[in-house]
């Protein structure tokens, strides 16, 4: 069971990787997730702070902005949202404020990540409205995630 999970993660994941590739090729940072629910990708986002000249512009926001539009809700509670890297705080603070159920990333990011920096936006239980902390899968495709993260440290300037 735990196995068919991971290779359903992993072909999320994937995606996520693909899309973080079209951001790369377009300057972008490179990131890209999707939202998923009862199986199915509900919209796609690719990282776009420096082509829309928006610093909000990041691919879990992108996501995050369609699947509410598309489902016609701010509550996401029944999605899971995929990334290649960790969700910064910005993020993070959509995903509990959207109460996503489940967050799968596959690079940790120490510094600003909702999960393992010092600022867990991501599992604090310390805002009430947030509802219960979303399930975290991490260090999904970790190698291929991280590579793509070590060239978000050497991210070109805005
Ligand atoms: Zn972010």
Known sequence: MEKMADSLHGSYMRLCLKLAGIARERGEVPVGSVIVRDGAVISEGIEGVRTQHDIAHHAEMEAIRRTCEILQTLDLSGCALYTNAEPCLMCSYAIRACRIGT??????????????SHFPVLSTKAVPNWGPPPKIVQGILREECEAARNMLQHRPKL
């Open 103 to 116: 967050v799968v990333f596959g690079a940790p990011i120490n510094t600003i990540g909702g999960f393992n």
